[in-house]
Every structure is written in C-alpha cells, then in structure tokens.
C-alpha cells in the first residue's frame, strides 16, 4: 500500500519509498495515474468536504482514499462568510462557506506536519484573489514533499472577488495557469466551474496553460429565498449546489471535459452510488470525486472501493482504466 | 477498513424502540455495540435510507445508560425527516448514527444547578440532571412548551429528584427559573447564595448557582440578559443547520465576540457571555 512520507524524510529516502510504493499500487486493478501521480485506486476526497484530512479519522482510515484534496487554503486567514452558510434544498446542498481557512502561516505550522500519516496522496487545494496569491502559495510549498499535488481552485462561487472571476474566463486561466506551472514542478489539477457557456473552452485554456489533469466540477450556482423575509437566504445571495440533484449536469460536464482533452479527468459532481462512480469512469474519468457524499455516508469508500473492484472483475478487465471511455 | 482511532464512532443500528410521548414527541431508544464516553450536552446525527432528506439529523443525547449501552434521543416531529424517523415502518430499518459529538455542558459542583429548558430543548437536561443527581447535587428545572398538549410529563424530562416546574410557553420557562431561584434565595438557609462551593468550581461562581439552558433562541437571548445582569454562570446549548457534525463543511459557524466557532466540534455549548445574542 503507497504510504506517503513525513515532512522530515530525507529526499532520497521518499523517493526509494515511493518507488517500491509506486510498484505496489501498480499491482492492483484499481490503480490510476494522473500525470505523474499514482493513486493507490480513483476515489478522491473533493477539497472543502474533507478539512485538512483529519475530520473523519475515527469512523475512516483516510488511507483507503486513493487521494484527499484539503481544504482550499489561501494566502491570508479567511474566516469565511457571515450569516448562514449551508441549506439543503431539493435534495441537495447550498453552501456559502467562503473559504474559510487558517491562512498560509498556520497551515505551514500547524497542518503540514499532520499530513504524513493520511498514508494517501496529498492534493493541497490553492485559492486567492489575484493570480499572484497562487503562484505565491505553489512556490511557499514546494518544499513539502508530504503535498504530492496541487488543486487550483479557480471555481469557487462563494466569494466576491477571485474564484469564479478566474474560472470563467479563458483568457484568464491559461494566464494563472501558465504562471503557477512556473512556479512549480509538481502535478497541477485545475478545478474549473460548471457555470460557464463552453466547457471544451475552459478546459482547453487549462490545458494550454499546462494543466496536468482537470478537475471537473466545482459547484452549481444556485440560490434560495426566505418566505417570511422575502430576502435570499444567503447574505453572499447565491450559493453552490452539491449533492445528488447535480449528478446528471455534473456527468454533462465531464463528457464534456473529456471530449475537449486528452489530459487526464477527475469527475465530480453529486456522486454517491457505486452507479454514480462507474458513469463517471464510462463518461472519461479517470479518477471520481466525493464531496458531499462525506457529509451524509462518510465511510461510503469502504463499500465504493470494494464494488468497483468487483465491477473490474466481472468485466474481464485487468484494471479500472481499461473501462474508462476514451 | 474502518478505524478504531479516537473519536466519533458509526454504527447502522435498528432502532430497540420508539415511544411515543405525546403528540409531538417520541423517544428513540438504540443500543450501541460498544462502551463510549458521552457526556451530557453532546450529540448525536441520524439518517435513515428510509427517509428521503440528504443530511444527518443533529439531536442531544437525551438519556445514555452505559451498562445498557442504551442511548435515548427525544424527537419533536416537525419537520420530513423528523416525522418519519419517528415512523414504525421506517423504524424497522437501520439508521445511521454518528457520534458523540461536540463538547458538552461543563459540569462543576455548585451549590445549587438551575436547567431551563424550552421545546425539545429539554433533551440534553435529562441526561445532565441525572449526571448531576449522581454527584449528588442539587438540581432545578423550568421547562416551557408550546401548549398543554405538548407539555411532557415531568418524569420524562428529568429523573426522580429533580426539582421541576412545567410551563407552557417556552419563554416564560425564563420567569419559571426566576422564581426557582427567588423561592431559592429567600430560604432562610445561609449556604445559598453566598460563596461555599468546591475548590474545583469556576471562582466566578460566587453564588454557588450554575445555569444551563438549552432552547429557542429568544428563550436563551432572555436568559442570557438575566444572567448576565445577576452575575450568574450560563452554559447554553445552540443549534445551527449542520452538514458533517465533525468540523469538515464548516456550515454551523456562530458569531461570538471573539470570532467564529463551529458549533458542531467547538460547541453546541457555549459560555452565554461569549455568544453574539444580536447576531
């Protein structure tokens, strides 16, 4: 089982480590590559659902995640939005957290030492107002070997000024792309927005900016009003929407996705049936995501990871990815 | 590849039983598979494949027996999810519970602990009455409710030893504990109401008199006022729309004057002087 080393490993000692890791993982029919990411099978937790790796770990081991995506951090601490910041509605979920999060500093200090025994890949989720905040954090963590990715989340709804400003302009993101993918050696996954007129356009420019897998998608823009006040229930007044009702769009987006790119695809968006996980595979994912899943059913990838390998099995195939669509 | 670190445990558990209290009301008996250590004030969430609500349900530990491995949950059917959970049918099936959760109240020896309670608010009382009535201390309750009809009989709210008053309006369960307390103090009794606690006890409790409440937020905004002016230790139980119960979605912040807290993993419990009531 790829087990992820500590902060204070010396390099060359990861790197042994993650060799005979690598061959391991290699040898199951769950395996999935991202780039140059190995993941031990194609379940990830989605960043925002799953803290900064910890919150669950007395009812799951996180080692069974073939990868957990933190918490979105940001260079300054945010304490995220005021009023109320989560309704379920239609079946789903309206969130207006606001990236709340301690702040480069803290998670440097406080985090990062804890991330060695979540004993899967490590994906930190970067977040900022203004291209320079990304390039800023992707360099300030280079260092930590512990982080094996980096998630550009250039699709957050829920704050005013950055997110979405990005991630709906292709222009702009194959800019923040480009200047990140400067900054760094490590895997870039760009998360981008459901919300926008062409999904082959956005994914393209990420793609163009040097992308190493996409990440789609990030919440559906939504809303909902108070009766009694007549005022929407969100002081930021749209929210995201996750959860089961999104699955349908959220699969939309992903063919999309992998019909506009050769780069690997990390599909995401309402799952939460073993069914769900395979139609995002057939769909051209080449790893699924789980997001609000975690809220309702937090061990659900014990169950998942052992249906899909039943799956691959009754299907003859030698690994998952043989039954991904191209 | 479940995991046996600290912390909340998950079972999926057919329920032992489902009482029905009053028209309202019901009370759900499960048995857990294993010792934990609960404290009153924490709580619990539950779902049920059943019932078709995306998130788990918060609700207070209303009774917890460790012996038995028995722990009870009071449920105000008012809402789907609610109703249903309280459903035969749906009871047959197993539900999900995650807990326990959050910090409770913090239990201190006092001269005298005073318990407010309005609606289901009154849950996690009986669990903290009995847990105070163990340590043999003095214990009071004012208790407020819509209507008669949703009034609970006093021996379900507390245990037998409980000074306890009933009133049915869940605001004047506020006027119900003044009175408690002013019958308290004109007592010709000189222990009451003077400084004669255990060294353990908060010093700030000079009076002796701790205070808990849990309830609708313009029953504890009230209380709080109260308290506040007398100078009286108040640990409120708040509630908020909750997504994971275990700090990951961050959905249940509560503005306090010295910043926000997230009322599942730092609360439900708070000190009332902390709390921003106008917020």
Redesign the interface.
């Known amino acids: 089982m790829r087990r992820m080393s500590s902060s204070t490993d010396s390099q060359s000692a990861q790197n042994a480590r993650y060799a005979q890791d690598t061959q391991d993982v290699q040898d199951s029919r769950l395996s999935c590559t991202l780039g140059s990411l190995t993941l031990k099978n194609p379940l990830i937790a989605a960043s925002?659902?799953?803290?900064f790796g910890e919150?669950?770990?007395?009812?799951?081991?996180p080692?069974?995640w073939g990868a957990i995506t933190l918490k979105s951090v940001t260079p300054e601490p945010r304490?995220?939005n005021?009023g109320?910041?989560?309704?379920?509605c239609h079946?789903?979920?309206l969130?207006s957290?606001g990236l709340?999060n301690p702040g480069l500093d803290e998670f440097e200090k406080d985090i990062i030492p804890l991330l060695g025994d979540l004993d899967t890949v490590v994906i930190a989720s970067l977040a900022g107002s203004v291209s320079s905040d990304y390039t800023k954090l992707a360099a300030r963590l280079n260092q930590y070997a512990v982080i094996n990715a980096y998630e550009l989340n250039l699709s957050c709804p829920n704050v005013r000024e950055g997110g979405l400003a990005f991630g709906a302009d292709p222009t702009k993101i194959e800019a923040l792309v480009g200047q990140v993918r400067h900054a760094t050696s490590k895997p870039l996954l760009v998360k981008l927005t459901p919300n926008v007129t062409s999904i082959a356009d956005t994914v393209r420019a990420a793609e163009a900016g040097g992308a190493d897998a996409i990440v789609m998608c990030n919440t559906f823009l939504g809303m909902d009003i108070d009766l009694n006040t007549g005022r929407p229930v969100f002081e930021n007044t749209y929210a995201g929407f996750s959860?089961?009702p999104v699955f349908p769009l959220a699969l939309r987006c992903v063919h999309q996705t992998a019909a506009a790119t050769k780069l690997p695809v990390i599909g995401m968006g309402g799952v939460s049936t073993l069914e769900d996980v395979q139609k995002m595979i057939l769909a051209g994912a080449s790893a699924v995501g789980l997001g609000?899943l975690?809220?309702?059913?937090?061990?659900a990838p014990?169950e998942l990871c052992a249906g899909l390998d039943q799956w691959v099995a009754n299907k003859g195939a030698a690994n998952i990815q043989d039954l991904r669509s191209n | 590849?479940?995991?046996g670190?600290?912390?909340?445990?998950?079972y999926r558990i057919i329920p032992e039983s489902v009482d029905r209290l009053n028209q309202r009301f019901y009370r759900m008996n499960l048995i857990l598979p294993e010792q934990l250590s609960i404290h009153p004030g924490q709580f619990v969430t539950l779902?049920s494949e059943k019932v078709?609500?995306?998130?788990?349900r918060p609700f207070c530990v209303h009774r917890w027996d460790p012996q038995s491995r028995r722990i009870s949950l009071l449920i105000e059917a008012r809402g789907t999810a609610t109703a249903m959970f309280c459903d035969s049918d749906v009871a047959r099936h197993p539900f999900?519970i995650?807990g326990p959760l959050g910090h409770g109240f913090k239990v201190k020896p006092a001269q005298h602990h005073f318990l407010v309670g309005g609606g289901c608010g009154v849950a996690p009382l009986h669990f903290l009455a009995a847990e105070l009535l163990r340590n043999a201390q003095q214990v009071s309750l004012a208790a407020g409710f819509r209507d008669q009809e949703d009034a609970l009989a006093p021996e379900l709210i507390t245990p037998p030893g409980t000074a306890i008053n009933v009133t049915c309006n869940p605001v004047t369960a506020v006027d119900l504990f003044r009175e408690q307390l002013a019958s308290l103090s004109v007592r010709d009794d000189a222990t009451v109401g003077v400084s004669d606690v255990a060294d353990d006890a908060d010093p700030t409790d000079t009076n002796g008199v701790m205070v808990y409440a849990c309830g609708p937020h313009v029953m504890l905004k009230s209380l709080a006022a109260f308290c506040r002016e007398r100078g009286l230790p108040l640990q409120v139980s708040l509630e908020r729309?909750?997504?994971?119960g275990?700090?990951?979605?961050?959905?249940?912040?509560c503005?306090t004057k010295t910043?926000?807290v997230l009322l599942c993993s730092e609360g439900p419990v708070l000190d009332a002087t902390v709390v921003n009531w106008d917020?």
């Open positions: 925002g659902t799953y803290a919150a669950y770990r007395s009812v799951l081991d080692g069974i304490p995220g005021p109320q910041r989560i309704r379920e079946g789903g979920l969130n957290i709340a959860g089961p609000t975690n809220f309702t059913r937090p061990d014990v | 590849m479940l995991c670190a600290q912390g909340p445990k998950l779902k078709p609500v995306l998130l788990p999900q995650l729309m909750m997504g994971c275990m700090g990951a979605c961050q959905g249940c912040s503005g910043g926000s917020a």
